[in-house]
């Protein structure tokens, strides 16, 4: 490999955000409790792939899912969505029937005595003094009991490898050839997510002026007051999109310069990380907070 594969790892990673189906992994996702993460590498002749592994609870949902982020130059057998291929492959480590017969709202309800993981009976533990051995927090908020997401991080706390993808499953997108280079458990992450600029055209801005003032009265503001709100708004968005990609695309940091040094050169003592390692959930307090 060469300078200008090099190059073109950072580059697939600095623009996977597409705005369509493309996707880097959000560590700090609202939505989503953060549980586990980790990072595999490939390389090949001329050819490399990284999955990145996120495991999270969304009680939306109600399930336990690793979602694993490719990039790469020779993927296949991507998941679709309306027709476009997404860069995200979604798999469910816990069987639902296990599942749902343990959990009661977003608390284990202490009735049944273990998920079964890939197969596998894991027992569930309701000794709070353990989760305080490990230094997991219980909230409570669930009438004193056990949250989904506490149980989980008990449980990765106590089996490291529980909830990550086989290399079977890995390599259902990656060609076989290639060969796994290095994993990393712990690392330095930047979330990379950029905001929605609407850039509302004249009708829609008065469409949009026009609604609200019949919802709310919008208290006296006149349209052109609302037009300069909007495109005031949308200036400050534009800004932070900018400090964003200046700070946080994964060029910018020794992360995944080193990552794309090792995938070119096949050599691992080419990571050798200087920032403090960031990636366990304990340092993403915002995950799942909505």
Known sequence: MTQSMENEILEVLDYSNDG???????????????????????????????????????????????????????LFNLDNKNGIPTNVVSIFPVEDKSFTRT??????????????????????????????DYNIPIKGYDFGRIAVEESARLMTSIHS??????DIELYKSIPIELKKVMVLDKWHHKDFVFEQVDGMSSSQLQN????????????????????????????????????????????SYETWQQIAKVIDTGNVEFYKPTLIPNNHWENWPESGSL
């Open 208 to 251: 949009t002026y026009d609604l609200n003032r019949s919802l709310s009265g919008l208290e006296g503001i006149s349209f052109d007051q609302f037009v300069k709100m909007v495109k005031h708004q949308e200036t400050m968005t534009k800004l932070s999109n900018l400090k964003v990609w200046e700070n946080n695309r994964p060029s």
């Open 161 to 166: 490898n529980l909830f990550f993808a086989s």
């Open 103 to 132: 959990v009661e709202g977003f608390s284990l309800n202490g009735k049944q005595a273990c998920w079964k993981v890939f197969g596998r009976d894991v027992d569930l533990i309701l000794n709070k003094s353990v989760y305080q």
């Open 20 to 74: 369509f189906n493309g996707r880097f992994p959000e560590l700090g996702e609202v939505y989503s409790y953060l549980i586990d993460s980790r990072i595999n590498v490939f390389r090949g002749d001329n050819k490399w792939a990284i999955a990145i592994e996120r495991v999270g609870y969304s009680h939306r949902s109600g399930l336990i899912s690793n979602d694993v982020y490719y990039f790469g130059n020779c």
